[in-house]
C-alpha cells in the first residue's frame, strides 16, 4: 500500500490535432498504463486548411463552421489514445484560432494571441489546481515551428505551471531531427507514398543534443494512427501492407510515422527522465502496457 499520489499527466496544446501530432503515442502509452491524462485544448482550430473536398465550405471563409467540426474529430481521437479527461481553456468556444503569423484572423476579438495572457494564465490555473498534474507538456519558446498560438500555449502553460505547486516537471514536445530525417529516408522506398518527400530542412525538428527525453511509443502506434486518421480535416493518413506508413498535412510533405516522441525537460530533476516523463519521482506505475 502506498500514500503516493497518483501519476498525473497534462498536455496543453494549441489546436485540435496538435495533441495527436506531437504527442499522439505519450498519451496512449501513458493512459493504457493508468496514468491520468488531462489534455487541454487551446482553441478550436478554427482557422486550418481544409483537405477533403466535400468539407470546403466549413472553412472559415465560407460557413465558418470548421471548430465545430473538429471538435468532434478531436473527440474520437481522444477515444483513440484513450483520453477521458478533455478540456477546452476558458470553455468550448472561448479562444479562437488565430491563424499564421500575420494574417487577419490573428486580430479577430476572439483569438487566442489577441486575448489577455493573464486571463488566459489564470483560466489554465483553475485545471492545474484542479487536475494537480506531476508532468506537463506543452511546446518550446518557438511553439515547436512558429505558428502564434503554439508560442502563447507555451507561454501560459510556462507561467501557469511556475504557479503550480504540485508540477514536478514541464516537458516541451519537440521533433527530432535525426529520427526525421532517418523516418523520410525510409519513406523514399515505399512504393506508392501518395504524398511528396520532404526537402531536406523543410520539417521542423530540433538538434538531437537538445533532447532529454524520448518515450518509446511503439507498442501504440496503432492507436496514434488512429488518432491522427480522426482528424481527417487536417491530416492524411496512408499505410501499406508493408506496415510503412506516413501522413500529410494540407501542404502534401509526407511525414515519417516514428517509433518515439521526444521532449525536452525544461523545469524539474532531470534524473530518471531519459526514458520517462514520470521517472524518478517515485509515484506508482509498472511497465507501460501495449495496446496492440
Ligand atoms: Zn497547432
Known amino acids: 500500500m502506498t500514500l503516493t499520489a497518483p501519476p498525473r499527466l497534462l498536455l496543453v496544446h494549441a489546436h485540435p490535432d496538435d495533441e495527436s501530432l506531437w504527442t499522439?503515442?505519450?498519451?496512449?502509452?501513458y493512459a493504457a498504463q493508468g496514468v491520468h491524462v488531462t489534455v487541454v485544448t487551446c482553441t478550436l482550430g478554427e482557422e486550418g486548411e481544409i483537405i477533403p473536398d466535400g468539407l470546403r465550405e466549413l472553412a472559415a471563409d465560407s460557413?465558418?463552421?470548421?471548430?465545430?467540426?473538429r471538435v468532434a474529430e478531436l473527440r474520437s481521437a481522444c477515444a483513440a489514445l484513450g483520453v477521458t479527461d478533455h478540456r477546452f481553456l476558458g470553455g468550448i468556444g472561448r479562444w479562437r484560432d488565430s491563424g499564421m503569423a500575420g494574417v487577419p484572423a490573428n486580430r479577430h476579438q476572439r483569438a487566442f494571441v489577441a486575448g489577455g495572457i493573464e486571463q488566459?494564465?489564470?483560466?489554465?490555473?483553475v485545471i492545474l489546481r484542479e487536475v494537480r498534474p506531476q508532468v506537463v507538456v506543452t511546446y518550446d519558446a518557438f511553439g515547436g515551428y512558429g505558428h502564434p498560438d503554439h508560442i502563447r500555449a507555451h507561454d501560459i502553460t510556462t507561467a501557469a505551471a511556475a504557479d503550480c505547486a504540485d508540477v514536478d516537471r514541464v516537458f516541451?514536445?519537440?521533433?527530432?531531427?535525426?529520427?526525421?530525417?532517418?523516418g523520410a529516408a525510409a519513406l523514399a522506398?515505399?512504393?506508392?507514398?501518395?504524398?511528396?518527400?520532404?526537402?531536406?530542412?523543410e520539417l521542423p525538428v530540433v538538434e538531437d543534443e537538445q533532447i532529454t527525453t524520448v518515450i518509446d511509443i511503439v507498442g501504440h502506434l496503432s492507436a496514434k494512427l488512429r488518432a491522427l486518421r480522426a482528424h481527417a480535416t487536417q491530416i492524411s493518413v496512408w499505410q501499406d501492407d508493408t506496415g510503412?506508413?506516413?501522413y500529410a498535412l494540407s501542404n502534401g510533405i509526407a511525414q515519417p510515422v516514428v517509433d518515439a516522441e521526444y521532449y525536452v525537460l525544461a523545469r524539474g530533476p532531470v534524473e530518471g527522465t531519459s526514458a520517462d516523463l514520470f521517472g524518478g519521482l517515485g509515484l506508482p506505475g509498472g511497465e507501460p502496457a501495449q495496446d496492440r
Open 244 to 246: 510503412g506508413a506516413s
Open 172 to 182: 516541451h514536445a519537440v521533433t527530432s531531427k535525426r529520427a526525421t530525417e532517418d
Open 24 to 29: 499522439g503515442g505519450t498519451i496512449a502509452r
Open 120 to 125: 488566459q494564465v489564470a483560466e489554465l490555473t
Open 63 to 69: 460557413a465558418d463552421q470548421l471548430g465545430g467540426y
Open 189 to 201: 522506398d515505399l512504393a506508392g507514398l501518395p504524398f511528396r518527400l520532404p526537402e531536406p530542412g
